[in-house]
């Protein structure tokens, strides 16, 4: 079993459209959890963080972590085609990182 | 903000050569990370460092090699390229072992 999961879609959606992404993890361990965008072409960029369970919201976007689940979602509101990318969930304990194999997202116009 | 500089976006280079891809970060960060990223097996971790001349290898070290002389830089060296090292490589860094911010990428074909 891998240790972080994540469905690599592809994902297509109206611009305006609520889009959700998420990943489950096997190792209750793990503290930090993070989202990556990555652009065709270039490297991930940190969109945001959280540390333990709860919910934070920067813009339009959420991150949820349920730690009793071992499950994380990312929820992007009005959706716009600049959304456009993978999306990469990652998360760490200790000295070990583990990254999910990304989510592609189509935002059409 | 953190900035994580890869040398170079796209390299071009002969099986057999020996390759440098070189990276600096400029947050004073103690860890740095070398990865590579091909479709369908997202990233695989080659190489990391906690500390200047300290290393460790990653998931897929083989065929490669790293050198932290100073704290803000660390190379990767592929020591005689091979076609299936091509691939996109990636810098990371990060303070404490927690968050990791990365470079733009180098797109490495050996042909």
């Known amino acids: 079993q891998k240790e972080v999961e994540q469905d690599p879609g592809p994902l297509s959606v109206p611009e305006g459209a609520i889009v959700s992404l998420n990943c489950t993890y096997s190792?209750?361990?793990?503290?930090?959890f993070m989202w990556y965008r990555q652009y065709s072409r270039k490297g991930p960029e940190l969109l945001m963080y959280?540390?333990?369970?709860g919910n934070k919201e920067d813009g339009r976007f959420t991150a949820q972590v349920d730690k009793s689940s071992k499950y994380i979602s990312l929820f992007i509101r009005d959706s716009q085609p600049s959304d456009s990318a993978t999306y990469l969930c990652?998360?760490?304990?200790?000295?070990?990182?583990?990254f999910g194999t990304g989510t592609s997202l189509t935002v059409i116009p | 903000d953190v900035k994580v500089t890869q040398s170079s976006r796209y390299l071009v280079k002969r099986t057999g050569e020996k390759v440098f891809l070189e990276c600096v970060q400029d947050?004073?960060?103690?860890?740095m990370f070398w990865y590579r990223q091909d479709p369908g097996l997202g990233l695989r971790l080659i190489y990391f460092?906690?500390?200047?001349?300290?290393?460790e290898k990653g998931d897929i070290p083989e065929g490669y090699s790293v050198s932290r002389e100073k704290k803000e830089r660390f190379s990767l060296i592929l020591e005689s390229a091979s076609t299936n090292q091509t691939s996109m490589y990636l810098c990371?860094?990060?303070?404490?072992?927690?968050?990791?911010?990365f470079g733009a990428g180098t797109r490495l074909s050996v042909l």
């Open positions: 990371a860094s990060s303070l404490g072992l927690n968050i990791q911010y």
């Open positions: 190792n209750s361990a793990f503290q930090y």
């Open positions: 959280t540390y333990s369970s």
């Open positions: 990652a998360m760490t304990y200790g000295n070990q990182f583990y």
């Open positions: 947050m004073d960060h103690e860890n």
């Open positions: 460092s906690y500390d200047v001349k300290m290393k």
